[in-house]
């Protein structure tokens, strides 16, 4: 769990890769060729094909993004399922009761 987490930390790092993430979520399914289209055209980043690849192959490794073969194409698609896992990792359950601050001594005057 703890090497999972450090390479989904590291993933969400870098602010590149942070866009594709939202390029993602608001369109699931693209091809390379397409993510690359909307970093320029939309945010001005001239990144190579070859750059872009190696963030997207970092983002799998975390668990981010998951791709799919069709024919000759390969889509991304964004896995939200670390995000909720990391956002829930330091939440009390709904129904569980509030947390109490730590102890802190008190102060004489």
């Given at each position: 769990?703890?090497?999972?987490?450090?390479?989904?930390?590291?993933?969400?790092?870098?602010?590149?890769?942070?866009?594709?993430?939202?390029?993602?979520?608001?369109?699931?399914?693209q091809?390379?060729?397409?993510?690359?289209?909307?970093?320029?055209?939309?945010?001005?980043?001239?990144?190579?094909?070859?750059?872009?690849?190696?963030?997207?192959?970092v983002?799998?490794?975390?668990?981010?993004?998951?791709?799919?073969?069709?024919?000759?194409?390969?889509?991304?698609?964004?896995?939200?399922?670390?995000?909720?896992?990391?956002?829930?990792?330091?939440?009390?359950?709904?129904?569980?009761?509030?947390?109490?601050?730590?102890?802190?001594?008190?102060?004489?005057?």
């Amino acid at each position: 769990m703890a090497d999972d987490d450090d390479e989904l930390f590291k993933a969400l790092a870098d602010p590149t890769r942070r866009i594709v993430l939202d390029e993602l979520a608001e369109r699931d399914g693209q091809s390379l060729f397409e993510i690359c289209a909307r970093l320029a055209t939309r945010h001005g980043l001239g990144i190579s094909r070859q750059g872009v690849s190696q963030h997207l192959a970092v983002l799998e490794a975390a668990g981010l993004v998951t791709t799919r073969r069709e024919g000759r194409y390969k889509f991304h698609d964004l896995n939200t399922e670390p995000l909720r896992r990391i956002a829930t990792r330091w939440l009390a359950p709904p129904d569980s009761p509030p947390r109490t601050p730590p102890h802190t001594p008190e102060r004489t005057p």
